[in-house]
């Protein structure tokens, strides 16, 4: 049974950074490409970043390139997302997921306020 645990949502201001974690279990971790994506009130779910099995290729949505960084740490089946120079529009529930598979973690809120 695959399970993904985000972590490290909270309330930030306008500016400041958080710094997400997903920890994975119950997979060859190494061995799958890993995604953020978010969820805003009353929005579909969109794509954040993305990360390959190595770490050597990663993506971005254009609305969070040059503030989000994704990374990966094999050794500890844990995907993380910095997210620096934050704003109010990028309020929602964010989740990692196993890339091409329908396995999600639960999500973490992130609320930036103005």
């Known amino acids: 049974q695959v399970q993904l645990v985000e972590s490290g949502g909270g309330l930030v201001q306008s500016g400041g950074s958080l710094r997400l974690s997903c920890a994975a279990s119950?997979?060859?971790?190494?061995?799958?490409?890993m995604g953020w994506f978010r969820q805003a009130p009353g929005k579909e779910r969109e794509f954040v970043a993305s990360?390959?099995?190595?770490?050597?290729?990663?993506y971005y949505a254009d609305s969070v390139k040059g503030r989000f960084t994704i990374s990966r740490d094999n050794a500890k089946n844990t995907v993380y997302l910095q997210m620096n120079s934050l704003k109010p529009e990028d309020t929602a529930v964010y989740y990692c997921?196993?890339?091409?598979?329908?396995?999600w973690g639960q999500g973490t809120q992130v609320t930036v306020s103005s």
């Open positions: 990360i390959s099995w190595s770490g050597g290729s990663t």
């Open positions: 119950g997979c060859t971790f190494s061995s799958y490409a």
């Open positions: 997921k196993v890339v091409g598979s329908e396995y």
